[in-house]
């Protein structure tokens, strides 16, 4: 069983900070992408940021400046740091791995449970 467990969000006012954390844990031989991705209400799920597992980061033009990415790989945490937050950076944050279980399985993309970010005055 694998789990990715978020923290970090809560309500920010415009041109605040927050900055989101997601652990994985359980049976884990191997992680490779990890990512986040945000649900508005109403609007599908968008890539926000991935990181592959050398470190190579990837934006959304949306967040592009503002937000960092980053992981640690010794403790299979995966970091958004995010500046300058607008109000329609507001959505639920979800965390995104690619994991493989064993040396001999593939791999399988597993989700966290979501946390609000809520930019607002």
Do not use: H
């Amino acid at each position: 069983q694998v789990q990715l467990v978020e923290s970090g969000g809560g309500l920010v006012q415009p041109g605040g900070s927050l900055r989101l954390s997601c652990a994985a844990s359980g049976s884990i031989f191997s992680t490779n992408a990890m990512g986040w991705y945000r649900a508005a209400p109403g609007k599908e799920r968008e890539l926000v940021a991935v990181i592959t597992s050398s470190g190579s980061p990837n934006y959304a033009d949306s967040v592009k400046g503002r937000f960092t990415i980053s992981r640690d790989n010794a403790k299979n945490t995966v970091y958004l740091q995010m500046n300058s937050l607008k109000p329609e950076d507001t959505a639920e944050y979800y965390c995104n791995a690619n994991i493989r279980r064993s040396y001999n399985s593939r791999s399988y993309d597993y989700w966290g449970q979501g946390t609000q970010v809520t930019v607002s005055s």
